[in-house]
């Protein structure tokens, strides 16, 4: 959907989505270097599994929700990329449950 | 409560756009203690998102407006105020003629800063537009483009498609043309009522805006396809967007788009303030709720001051002094000296940056039908419930929005109504033929953004964090019995 205009970019940093890695910028957000990674599909909604993708990027809309770092239900569209981030995608509603220990 | 965030402050301000940051100036101007909370990492809003950092050939591109922001920002920066980024606030708890306690919420550790003044500068939103297909990846508000474009160098790559209405489309339809990017046509979906604009034309012709806007917009008419009159919309595509369609004399016609940017004006984000315990008024030209203010921005609540677009739309230009008289406002009620000459000069520039409003309101309207859309459209995204579902819920006789949300959970997901409270009321009035401002909107409360219960268990005890946690609930005056754990 998004390609980065020809102007010079900042320092490459590398973030990982679903354990593959993403090229970004250093002082992308996490949304915006995922969609200029080419990511369509950022979550599955939690009601019916529809895939979702960003449609505000201010904060607004809660339609970026990923996992960083860990930390579940974080809007991308305001967190800043940091070399080396883990971001997950999530899908439907989270289980209550404690997860398992893998 | 991070380390970098002291816990009180004499005014504490909200938002870092042209009001806010004209706000911190005017108070640290007065020798005010100024903490100013925002949640992006650079001062600016939306409207000079990264200009601070943005290269040279961007600033270029994205126009003169743009670009003239980075004064201000830098005049913010030098003006002494504590500048919090990164840095959200879920809640404005007043009490009485006491303190005020701001919630906030920074890396995922809360805390809460107590001060005596503070100044809601929070913007606008863009109008959600809810039409079929609009929660499909690659359906997006032209502001959120816009966005991307500033802060990242984002340019939309495939077909693209401009729809809805508002001078934004048309600016950032010209922000891309200079970006080597064509959009493959921009839809005009018009108020079937624009015509009430005219009485207020010659006014508008008076102002640099008309001639600023004149030239973008036949520039953009010279460059890419623009189709105007049409009356609806819909997204069609699989598992993302593949077409824009939209109705035009009665029939349908289909524009291949990877990425459709939908765009029906900016309303004021009232989450803040309605938590607080502002009340709201219902605007009829401009199709939203605004909180109750003075002409300065001062609200009923002791100490809690509306300033710029979330008081009521009027663009970045009148902000600035929409800024200013809300500053001037909060440093009198802070007991500080307001310059008599500086207060008449800011509500002069107000006026004068309102001139042509009346004209740009009217005729960049919203057509009420695409806003109260019908069937299987889902109007809230969070909890994807369909216009339908509200339609009948009205049918059944339910009183207001605050039923439609406990039969349906409509504003109940994590973006708290942000994105479905208009279009529940706008429904609702639909349906029922009643009007709006009798209606009303759905209920925010605090905490306004999502906290985890961890947040919650690091605030200090007290009323302001029994109103985090239950918002206005009164609590039972026995306690709750607990149950028995003996057996």
């Given at each position: ?102 | ?145 816009q966005i991307a474009l500033k802060s ?170 929409s800024g200013r008289r809300a500053a ?160």
């Amino acid at each position: 959907m998004f390609r980065r205009d020809p102007i010079p970019p900042g320092e490459a940093v590398e973030i990982l989505l679903d354990g593959q890695p993403i090229s970004a910028r250093r002082g992308d957000s996490v949304a915006g270097a995922l969609l200029a990674g080419g990511v369509t599909r950022f979550r599955d909604s939690v009601v019916s599994g529809a895939p979702r993708a960003p449609y505000c990027l201010m904060g607004t809309c809660f339609e970026c929700l990923m996992t960083i770092d860990g930390v579940a239900n974080r809007q991308a569209c305001l967190v800043t990329v940091e070399p080396g981030m883990r971001i997950t995608r999530q899908s439907g509603a989270p289980s209550l449950l404690p997860e398992a220990e893998t | 409560m991070s380390a970098q965030l002291p816990d009180t402050a004499e005014l504490v301000i909200i938002g870092a756009g042209p009001a806010g940051m004209a706000a911190a100036i005017e108070a640290r101007a007065a020798g005010a203690e100024v903490m100013l909370l925002d949640e992006t990492p650079a001062a600016g809003g939306q409207i000079w998102r990264a200009v601070g950092t943005a290269p040279e050939a961007r600033k270029a591109l994205l126009g003169k407006e743009y670009a003239a922001g980075a004064a201000l920002v830098s005049d913010f920066a030098a003006c002494g105020a504590h500048h919090a980024s990164g840095v959200s606030v879920w809640g404005v708890m007043p009490d009485g003629t006491g303190p005020i306690h701001v919630g906030v919420s920074e890396s995922g550790a809360a805390g809460m800063i107590e001060t005596r003044a503070v100044i809601l500068a929070t913007g606008a939103q863009e109008r959600p537009l809810p039409v079929p297909g609009w929660t499909l990846p690659g359906v997006m508000g032209a502001g959120a483009a816009q966005i991307a474009l500033k802060s990242g160098g984002l340019l939309p790559e495939g077909r693209c498609v401009l729809a809805g209405v508002g001078p934004l489309l048309y600016l950032l339809a010209d922000q891309l043309l200079r970006a080597g990017v064509t959009p493959a046509a921009l839809v005009e979906t018009p108020s079937p009522r624009r015509r009430a604009a005219l009485p207020h034309l010659p006014d508008f012709l008076r102002t640099p805006a008309f001639l600023k806007g004149a030239g973008l917009i036949a520039r953009v008419r010279r460059r890419i396809p623009v189709i105007t009159g049409a009356e609806a919309l819909e997204i069609t595509g699989e598992s993302r967007a593949e077409a824009l369609r939209y109705r035009r004399a009665g029939s349908w016609h289909e524009i291949p788009a990877d990425l459709v940017l939908l765009h029906a004006g900016v309303v004021p984000s009232l989450n803040l303030a309605v938590a607080a315990g502002v009340p709201t008024r219902w605007n009829a030209v401009l199709r939203c709720f605004e909180p109750e203010t003075d002409a300065a921005g001062a609200t009923d609540l002791p100490g809690l001051f509306i300033a710029g677009d979330g008081a009521g739309i009027g663009g970045a230009e009148r902000a600035l002094p929409s800024g200013r008289r809300a500053a001037q406002a909060a440093l009198a009620q802070l007991g500080r000296e307001v310059d008599p000459l500086a207060a008449a000069e800011a509500q002069r520039q107000w006026h004068r940056a309102d001139r042509g409003r009346a004209f740009i309101d009217r005729w960049f309207a919203p057509p009420p039908s695409l806003l109260a859309p019908q069937g299987e459209t889902i109007a809230c995204r969070c909890e994807e419930v369909p216009a339908s579902a509200i339609r009948d819920a009205a049918r059944l006789g339910a009183p207001g929005p605050n039923q439609i949300k406990t039969y349906l959970r409509c504003g109940m997901g994590p973006c708290q109504g942000r994105m479905c409270a208009a279009s529940v009321t706008e429904i609702m009035a639909d349906e029922s033929g009643r009007d709006p401002a009798d209606l009303g909107h759905l209920r925010f409360r605090t905490p306004v953004r999502p906290l985890s219960l961890a947040e919650l268990a690091q605030l200090p005890a007290g009323e302001a964090a029994r109103r985090a946690a239950l918002g206005d609930a009164a609590l039972p005056e026995t306690p709750l019995p607990l149950p028995d754990r003996s057996s």
